[in-house]
């Protein structure tokens, strides 16, 4: 006698595909991070040894850059969830990252640099909160963490690579800076363009809901976001620009051309590991996962 279950096999739990957008977004960040670290790499040597400027200011320069792009993410999030729209202002923040690129080539004095940074960072941080919403929007919870550590790992291979091209470029032109500086802007551009390109899905919530910075939204939030944030900060202290790092490899005497492959080193471990452990969180407890990754910062 057949088996009047054998027309309906049980259902596989088969994982969601990784959409194309995810890819998109981990190129965009890709090339913009191939740009972003060309200069970087050697922007805190350009503006000691070519400009004159002083470590103090180079520490003031990055502190106020790195706290700009921070202070923004909060209120372009809460700008694209009261839009419901995260396209238009990723590409204006990736837009005007791009833009400043020429501007740290054609710099003469430390005016100019303070203001492309600036422009730069604020672009960073009006870009991150909704290219990160973006891609949740368009990925399945199932590989959520997946796809956030594919965008990851893709970020990192840019600024694996990005430091690697200065590099190759500061050895074959006999350390130009502005030479290098200006290659940078072609990386930058194609980030925009292509990001341009991708679809953005149609969500759910009405455009022009309220604001949610709010004290009533803010209770919602619960004691558990507020305890990560609280931990957050705290590790944040211990943070120090990568800046220092380029000019203590000068100081301990490496070649200008191969102070780049310092950044080289960090990234590449950052981009082996990114993708793995975004991977895992998807299986394993976050918080475990969060705090064996505190140890290990702890431990450095």
Same mark, same amino acid.
């Given at each position: ?22 890819w998109v ?19 805190p040597l ?20 790195e706290s ?8 372009s ?9 995260r ?6 923040g ?9 501007v ?11 203001? *492309?940074? $600036?422009?730069? &960072? ?5 870009? !991150? =909160?909704?290219?990160?919403a973006? #891609? @949740?929007d ?7 963490g *997946?796809? $956030?550590?594919? &965008? ?5 291979? !840019? =600024?694996?690579?990005?430091?690697l #091209? @200065? ?12 030479a ?6 072609i990386? !930058? ?5 292509? #990001?341009?390109?991708i ?10 809901a ?14 558990r976001?507020?305890?990560v944030?609280g931990v ?7 943070r ?8 203590r ?6 070649q ?19 993708y793995p ?24």
């Open positions: 006698m057949s088996d009047p279950h054998a027309s309906n096999p049980p259902k596989l739990n088969v994982p969601a595909a990784m959409p194309a957008g995810v977004l981990g190129f965009v960040s890709m090339l913009m991070d191939i740009s972003s670290e060309m200069i970087h790499s050697l922007l350009f503006l000691v040894g070519t400009l004159g400027v002083s470590v103090l200011a180079v520490g003031i320069i990055e502190g106020l850059a700009t792009a921070l202070i923004s993410k909060v209120f999030g809460t700008l694209s969830d009261y839009l419901g729209k396209k238009g202002l990723a590409v204006l990736y837009a005007m990252g791009a833009l400043t690129k020429p740290f080539a054609m710099a003469s004095g430390v005016g100019m640099v303070v203001a *492309a940074r $600036f422009i730069d &960072r604020v672009g960073k941080g009006i870009r !991150g =909160a909704p290219r990160d973006l #891609l @949740a368009i990925t399945h919870p199932s590989i959520r *997946a796809a $956030f550590g594919l &965008r990851q790992s893709l970020d990192t291979v !840019g =600024a694996l690579a990005g430091p #091209l @200065a590099t190759g470029l500061m050895l074959a032109w006999a350390n130009d800076f502005r290098v500086f200006w290659v940078a802007v990386p !930058g551009v194609l980030a925009v363009l292509l #990001l341009v390109g679809r953005e899905p149609e969500h759910d919530r009405p455009r022009g309220v604001n949610p910075i709010r004290r009533e939204a803010l209770a919602r939030l619960g004691l976001y507020w305890w944030v957050g900060a705290v590790f944040t202290l211990a120090f620009s990568e800046a220092f790092l380029v000019l490899a000068s100081q301990l005497g490496v200008v051309a191969w102070v780049p492959l310092v950044m080289v080193a960090m990234n590449l471990v950052y981009a082996a590991s990114a452990f975004g991977k895992l969180s998807d299986t394993v407890s976050h918080g475990k996962l969060l705090a064996a990754g505190l140890v290990v910062l702890i431990a450095s």
